[in-house]
C-alpha cells in the first residue's frame, strides 16, 4: 500500500460539507463587498516569490517546494498567493478591465514545513486582494471583509489584531533602534533571530522559541516610531474600525512573516488552535506590484488558511447529511422504471440513491436504512400497474402512496430546510 506524502491529506466524504460551506460563505462575502475571482495556476517561475514574498523569509529560505524542469526552468509550487495574484493583476491588464481592482482566489498552497494542527504542507487559502488603492478606508473595508467572513462561520471567540509596520520613510530608523535595544544580548536569541536581524530586524517578532520571548517582548514598539504619515494612515485604519464597531488589539509584534509589508497588517487569532491560531491575516503592500514588474501601484489583502477555519467551525456547521431519498425497486420488472424515477428525482434536485445489480427488495431495503436514508420510495409491481409510487417516511414508518406524476411535488413540500 502506497500511503499519502507527510504534511497531506485526504478530504474524506465525512467532512467534505464543511469545507464547502466555507469556500460558500467565503464566495458569497467576497462577492457582495464587490470582489471577482481569479484562479491562478499552483506552479509559478521561482523569482515570482524570491522577488515578491522576499529572499529572507522563512518561506523562501526554507519551505519551497522549487525544481528545475525539463526545460531548464526553475519552477516552485506557489507557497503564497499574493505574488502570483499580482503577476496575474499585471500581465492581464485588469486595472483596464476592472472599475476597482477587487480579486479573490481559493486553492491550494504548498510548503516545507513541520505539520501540526490546522497545518499541513499542502494548505488550502482564501486569498483576497486589492489594488491601486492607497486610502485607509479600504484598509478598513478590507478588515471589515475579514471579520465578517468569520462572523458568517458563527466561529466564536475570534479576536482582531492589528499593528502598523511603518514605510521606507520610518522603517529603517525602527529597525536600527531595535538593533540598538537588542544590542550584546543579540546572541542569546536563537539562530533564526540572529540572522533575522542582518536581514529584516522586524522579523525578529515573528520568533516562536520559548526562550526567546520575555528578551522580545521589551523591545521597543513600531507604533511609537512611526512617521507622520504612517501614523496618519493608521490612525485612520482605527477610526474606520472603530465607524464599523470592531474590537479590536494594537500588538507591536504582529509584523507578518512577510518581507512586503508596509503600514497596515493584520490577523484575526482563533481560541482553540494553540500555537498556530492565526485565522487569517494579512496588510498593506505598497511597493509589491512595482517590485514584480509592473506599474506603481499601492494593494491591501489578507490569506485565511481553510484548514484551520473548518476546524473552528461549530460541529453542526457544513454537515453534509444524509440523501434525501432511496428509491427500492420490488420486482425485476421495476428496475428499469425505478431508474428513471431516480434520474427524475435528482434533476428536480433532490439526493437519490439507487441500488445496482438488480438485488432483492430485502437487501435494497437493508442498505436504505445503512444509508440513513430520510424517505423510501417503493416502486413494486401494483405501483408500476397503476402509474403509483409508495413513499415511506423512515424515521415514522409511515407510508402513502400517491400517483407518480405528485411525487416530485410532495418531497418539494416535505423535504423543505434540506440542503439540496
Known sequence: MISGIRGTRDILPSEIGRWQHVE???????????????????????????????????????????????????????????????????????EQDLLFAKLYSLGPMFRYERPQ????????????????????????????????????????SAELVINSVGCGDCRPGYSAVLLEALGSRLPELCGDCQRR????????????????????????????FL???????????KRH??????????SHRLVRG????????????????????????????DHLVKQLGGPDRPGIGFAAGLERLVLELPDEKGSSGPA?????AFGQSTWSEARVLARDLRRAGFRTL??????????????ANRSNVQRMLILGEDELASNKVTIKEMETGHQETLPRDEVIGYLALHCQGVTL
Do not use: W
Not at 46 to 54: P, R
Open 354 to 367: 439507487i441500488d445496482y445489480g438488480e438485488r432483492s427488495s430485502k437487501s435494497q431495503m437493508k442498505r
Open 197 to 224: 536581524a542582518s536581514t529584516n530586524p522586524l522579523r525578529i517578532f515573528d520568533c516562536k522559541v520559548p526562550a526567546d520571548q520575555p528578551l522580545i517582548d521589551g523591545l521597543p514598539k513600531s507604533e511609537n
Open 24 to 94: 460558500r460563505v467565503a464566495a458569497d462575502v467576497c462577492a457582495r463587498y464587490g470582489y471577482c475571482e481569479v484562479r491562478t495556476p499552483v506552479i509559478e517561475r521561482e523569482d515570482l516569490f524570491a522577488k515578491g514574498t522576499g529572499e529572507s523569509t522563512d518561506i523562501v529560505q526554507k519551505e519551497m517546494y522549487a525544481f528545475t524542469d525539463k526545460g531548464g526552468d526553475r519552477i516552485t509550487l506557489r507557497p503564497e498567493a499574493t505574488p502570483s495574484m499580482v503577476r496575474a493583476f499585471v500581465e492581464h491588464s485588469l
Open 117 to 156: 494542527k490546522g497545518r499541513y504542507r499542502q494548505f488550502h487559502q482564501l486569498d483576497v486582494e486589492v489594488f491601486g488603492l492607497a486610502d485607509p478606508a479600504i484598509d478598513g473595508e478590507v478588515i471589515d471583509l475579514a471579520v465578517t467572513f468569520v462572523e458568517e462561520l458563527d466561529i466564536a
Open 324 to 328: 434525501d431519498v432511496f428509491v427500492v
Open 241 to 250: 474600525l472603530e465607524i464599523y464597531g470592531h474590537q479590536y488589539r494594537v
Open 258 to 285: 512577510l518581507d512586503y509589508y508596509t503600514r497596515t497588517t493584520f490577523e484575526i487569532i482563533g481560541s482553540s488552535l494553540g500555537a498556530q491560531n492565526a485565522l487569517l491575516g494579512g496588510g498593506r503592500y
Open 227 to 237: 512617521c507622520e504619515a504612517c501614523r496618519d494612515h493608521f490612525e485612520e485604519v
